[in-house]
């Protein structure tokens, strides 16, 4: 496990860019592992502004999102079809049928849940799959078990990661009880994890990651078993390392 440590959040987005830009550059046509919320914003943000400057073309990158809310239209303004729209897919020239986001309304989402593992397969699998970690750990939205669930499922949300979301909703009512997601299969067969954090709401799941037993209680600590993963922090989350 590589960590780096950085003053500044804006700095780990710059890391992470540059760390996915580098994939893209070495393969034109690499499948992306995306991740929603805070984390990533600066990192595509600096990824929008290479593609601008015309340092990056994302024309034969092809995309999978972790997760997406079970029961909110796309163009809902907190799903995460419209999160990824408005802060990357609508401002690189990534073409709209290479990205994936799960469905969260189908009629069966357990087939849903099937047919998204298979797509990933058939593109090739992850080359880089970029990650955020919850409060209580979970990546994707991997919450805290009894046991890992290895494939792309329906999860009920945790209290805590309802409380944390619901920043991002008019109120805590609103916010999904539900999500499908990625499991924690999909995320360690990439080839490589790229894991950001900061904040100090995150250093308690930081160090049960880096530190603690590998177990289902804290998903995030599944990357250990994993060749190539590293952790961008800044000094907040890194503070209980
Ligand atoms: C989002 C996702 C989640 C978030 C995590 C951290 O697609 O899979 O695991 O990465 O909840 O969210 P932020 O970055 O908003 O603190």
Request: some cysteine.
């Amino acid at each position: 496990m590589n960590i780096r440590i950085f003053d500044h959040a804006e700095q780990v987005g710059q890391a992470a860019a540059t760390i996915m830009a580098a994939q893209v550059l070495e393969k034109p046509a690499a499948v992306l592992g995306l991740a929603t919320g805070s984390s990533p914003v600066p990192a595509y943000r600096q990824l929008i502004r290479m593609h601008q400057s015309g340092a990056l073309d994302f024309s034969q990158v092809t995309s999978f999102n972790l997760d997406e809310y079970v029961g909110i239209p796309e163009d809902h303004p907190c799903s995460y079809h419209r999160f990824m729209q408005e802060n990357l897919f609508g401002q690189v020239n990534i073409p709209s049928d290479n990205t994936h986001v799960p469905d969260g309304n189908g009629v069966n989402l357990e087939e849903t849940a099937r047919a998204y593992d298979e797509a990933i397969q058939a593109a090739g699998g992850i080359d880089l799959q970029l990650l955020g970690i919850g409060r209580n750990g979970h990546i994707g939205f991997n919450e805290p078990g009894d046991e890992f669930i290895w494939g792309c499922h329906v999860v009920t949300l945790t209290e805590s990661t309802i409380d944390a979301n619901k920043r991002f909703f008019a109120s805590e009512a609103d916010v999904p009880r539900k999500a499908i997601s990625l499991g924690v299969g999909a995320i360690v067969a990439a080839r490589k994890v790229l894991l950001i954090a900061t904040g100090k709401d995150k250093a308690e799941a930081i160090r049960g990651a880096v530190q603690g037993d590998v177990s289902p209680r804290l998903p995030a600590s599944i990357l250990r078993t994993h060749p190539q993963v590293t952790f961008l922090l800044d000094r907040d989350a890194a503070s209980l390392l």
